[in-house]
Nanobody, 111 residues
């Protein structure tokens, strides 16, 4: 079974930006659709965006225009570019691809 390794989380001020990475090992990114999920503190995990193998990426309304999913097939990695961050974007972010979950990376948006 493959593995997904996430990185890029951290503390950022409101209005700031972060880019999360989801590197795949033993799974070929280009073969699968994938999803980014957010689990806010004390709450359940929710979908943020889904990226099909081909076609248009879906974003939930609250992140449209601020978040962008991209893929680098040469690096076998998926990214989540997050701009204009808000406090409600805080939590643990997870990638999901090929039936595998990443370990999560924490994002805290606070002044």
């Amino acid at each position: 079974q493959g593995q997904l390794v996430e990185s890029g989380g951290g503390l950022v001020q409101p209005g700031g930006s972060l880019t999360l990475s989801c590197a795949a090992f033993g799974i070929i990114v280009s073969n699968y659709s994938m999803g980014w999920y957010l689990q806010p503190p004390g709450k359940g995990r929710k979908l943020v965006a889904t990226s099909p193998k081909t076609g248009t990426t879906y974003y939930i309304d609250s992140v449209k225009g601020r978040f962008t999913v991209s893929r680098d097939h040469a690096k076998n990695t998926v990214y989540l570019q997050m701009n204009s961050l808000k406090s409600e974007d805080s939590g643990d972010y997870y990638c999901y691809l090929g039936g595998v979950w990443g370990q999560g990376t924490q994002v805290t948006v606070s002044s």
